[in-house]
């Protein structure tokens, strides 16, 4: 097949055999040769950008001018830290310096950002994902980004050198979690609310302080926002408050931006009212916000945003409860729609226009600020008991119901599972496995407060079920941060929802957690509980997931003759409940033993009736991978080539990262085997599909 290039070049690739093509996948007999077109991805400028007046800060600008001319040169640190309180400005202040054309020259890699809120759990960011996230967006297709974060930070460091790169990390808690974030040539900038000493002491961080601003950078920005806003035809109206009334009101705000801006914007929606400074005052409540104002601004801020919430329609005070009372880092209109019902849109845009919340670097998904998240927190405590109640009930509900459908979808519907069918999907949440698991991901942040409101609330059922759900996700991505803390809340939901049977499987699941971690005893110790009400119980398939599991961290530690008697047990126990896909999958896991105690033939004679049974399912990629590893046992090189390959290209197409990472490693040691002159063949083939990949995102194979 030719190809004709826009320079007039041609490009032959010689292909032979009964070749299929789809897309970007070729099926053929033999391919001889293949050439793909070389891939920019665009250069990222990812700083949200500056929407609103900006005042002052010229101090800041300029350091942080020197710092990063000082940092391309070779001549000063390569890490900057802004630090202040939340909604000091601080990301204003980067999205005006980033604005600049001098930052063409000075990044030409271009620019990536990251809030590390939305990925907190229990005061921990996952940095791993935000290495995902910078590889992917930097170019690297998702196919070949690694899941250890060794290789991760690798990559990065690779990836990174290509030219000047500048980082924009906001919210850090900690140095650990942006130490592995400093691109190879730049800058990294980070954001916190406290000055980070190891950073600065350990790193050599260029600290910047960013203070609140004075009365008279406040009193600028009040005024400009009441002239930008219109008002009645008489131009003059636009400006109903006295002069000197913005100073009073930018004192009152105790120079926070954020305070300054929803006091603009409520003025902004009474601009057709001639209000003196007075009436100004009393509406928000002059003798409160006198006496917040002697605090340290943070009392303040509570009383502006109590007026801000009171003038708010009804659809977003309740939008503002659920935040409150679900304790939610960010959010999507699904979610608003399934507890406010149509007037979802109305009561987002209510809360985006008055400045209490902000978008993100995912589309739909937006995020209060960290002000106003502590105020929907403190006004939740207020709200009576039935109405938090409620709230909590809405989003584990709705939660529930989307994993559910997340889990079908990645897993299939023969799975065994303790729960009826969910209800209807949500719409517009998600279509497919793969974008089922990604949207999993991005609600990471919201899993655990949303367990644990629900499990202050008593809604035990929707907790366990919900835990059950995620298991497709914890398996197919591994999110440890949240893996073992939300699996503990669903042990102790199924304890005082008094179903033994939803305790076995949360404890097998808490259990597969601490075997991916090499936590053997830890896991041991959950499988001892879980066996115990396996015998009260008597149920074979719960006894056989507790069986399966023992197996596995027998295969872990190499105890392979205890292994294949484990599995043996659990192959009978589906059996016995006449599970067919359990028995699938435990003849899968019968061929994993076989092949690590070096019986390959005996392992694929089990994975050939493991596939008859697996017809149509996703559990052909799984076979597939240990199918290739066998057949490397046995000597059939190209056989295993195959089939590695088939399951690499699987596993991308269902977004299951995990086994994607474990059959890109195996392709790459079966390069490593076959490095002798005789095989010199298997080891092109091997390479050309590694390099494949590898020119899809423009990085050099290793060892060229």
Known sequence: MNEQGASGDVTRNLVTGRAVIHGSVIQANRIEALN?????????????????????????????????????????????????????????????????????????????????????????????????????????????????????SSLYRSVSANGGLLVVVDNAQHAAEVRGLVPSTGLLVVTSRRLLPALVARDGAHPISVDPLDERAASRLMAGLRRAQPSREDATAREALPEGASVVLARLCDGMPLALLTVGEWLAARSHLDLDLDETLRSFGPERMLTAVSGDGSPSMSAILDTVHAQLPASAQRLYALLGAAELVSFTTPLVRSVVGDQADDAVGALYRSHLLTGTANPGRFRPHDLVRAHARALAVRLPEEERRSLAFAAAAFYATAAAHADRLTLGEARFRLQEPPGPLPPGLFETGAQALDWLDGERGNLLPVVRAAMTHERYDEVWRLCESLWAWFHSRRPYAVWRPVQ????????????????????????????????????????????????????????????ETRGLIALAQERHADALPLFRQALHANEQADDRHGVTVQTYNLAQAHVAAGDFAAALTLLEEAADRAAGSTMLTRIELVRARALRGLGSMEAALEAAVTGAEQSAALGWHTKLDEALAFLTGLAGDADTAEDSRLRRACDAKLRELRQIVGAVPDGD
């Open 36 to 152: 793909l077109p070389a891939y920019e991805p665009p250069r990222p400028r990812q700083v949200p950008p500056l929407t609103r007046d900006f005042v002052n800060r010229d101090r800041e600008l300029a350091e942080l001018d020197a710092a990063a001319a000082a940092a391309v040169s070779g001549q000063g640190p390569r890490i900057v830290l802004l630090s202040g309180l939340g909604g000091i400005g601080k990301t204003e202040l980067l999205s005006r310096w980033t604005g600049s054309d001098h930052h063409l020259r000075w990044f030409p890699q271009g620019q990536l950002y990251v809030d590390l809120e939305e990925l907190r759990q229990d005061g921990a960011a996952d940095v791993c994902a935000v290495l995902r996230d910078f590889l992917l967006d930097l170019g690297v297709h998702p196919d070949v980004v690694p899941h250890e974060r060794r290789r991760l």
């Open 488 to 547: 503990e809340c669903g042990v102790e939901a199924a304890q005082w929802a008094g179903r033994r049977d939803a305790e076995i499987r949360m404890r097998n699941q808490l259990a597969r957690h601490d075997y991916h971690k090499g936590l053997y005893d830890s896991a041991e110790q959950q499988l001892s509980v879980a066996g115990t009400l396996c015998e009260v119980i008597g149920r074979p398939v719960l006894s056989g997931m507790v069986h």
